[in-house]
């Protein structure tokens, strides 16, 4: 993946989160063709439920519009969330920690709203 920008959200504020996604869409607006992924994880998981989230209009749009949205397996296994009830899109990696340092290893930009 060439550089771009890697956001982290693990608070359960959804004006934290809210804040986040639109951090995102700035970034976009300016720098319309870097790669950005949005890790989610611990109490931000809500965030990424199909049925719990106020966020998922934003959510599906920035996942049309290409931005990776990945999931920590350990939160859901911890919240006891299955990969059926996430919004359709999101990946799931292993852990939150281990993908921030693979994705700041290839030269992304951590961002942490």
Aim: hydrophobic share 40%; with cysteine; charged share 25%.
């Amino acid at each position: 993946m060439e550089q771009g920008a890697v956001f982290h959200i693990n608070d359960a504020s959804v004006n934290k989160q809210r804040s986040a996604l639109k951090n995102i869409e700035n970034l976009r607006a300016e720098m319309p063709d870097i790669p950005i992924e949005l890790v989610v994880q611990g109490e931000a998981i809500t965030m990424v439920v199909d049925r719990e989230t106020a966020l998922k209009p934003e959510l599906e749009t920035l996942l049309q519009e290409g931005v990776t949205v990945a999931v920590c397996r350990n939160t859901m296994r911890g919240k006891g969330i299955s990969s059926e009830q996430l919004i359709l899109g999101v990946e799931i990696v292993p852990s939150a920690v281990g993908e921030l340092v693979r994705r700041q290893k290839q030269g992304m930009a951590y961002i942490k709203p």
